[in-house]
């Protein structure tokens, strides 16, 4: 069982940053996959980002590629979301997945935070 509890959102006008953190509990954190989703007003639940095991290989939505960073610290059971250059259609609840298997797909993420909201002012 893994639980997760993400934070770091706000209100910040467009073109400025934010990191979001997510925090997980358990001692079989490095077991997992994380992945970074975003739920929009209205808008099916999307893939933003994910890191593997280990910290190495990484994988973005086209739309957030080149702005967004996703990382992880296994001594600290935290993943976080460098996100530069934001803008209005950034906005959205961003939640934090943990998978066993790389995948993009929301569907094959087992566990889920409770989400933190984050709004781009134009």
């Known amino acids: 069982q893994v639980q997760l509890v993400e934070s770091g959102g706000g209100l910040v006008q467009a073109g400025g940053s934010l990191r979001l953190s997510c925090a997980a509990s358990?001692?079989?954190?490095?077991?997992?996959?994380m992945g970074w989703f975003r739920q929009a007003p209205g808008k099916e639940r999307e893939f933003v980002a994910a890191?593997?095991?280990?910290?190495?290989?990484?994988s973005y939505a086209d739309s957030v590629k080149g702005r967004f960073t996703i990382s992880r610290d296994n001594a600290k059971n935290t993943v976080y979301l460098q996100m530069n250059s934001l803008k209005p259609e950034d906005t959205a609840v961003y939640y934090c997945a943990a998978s066993r298997v790389a995948t993009t797909r929301k569907g094959d993420y087992d566990y889920w935070g409770q989400g933190t909201k984050v709004t781009v002012s134009s």
């Open positions: 890191i593997s095991w280990r910290g190495g290989p990484t």
């Open positions: 358990g001692r079989t954190f490095s077991s997992y996959v």
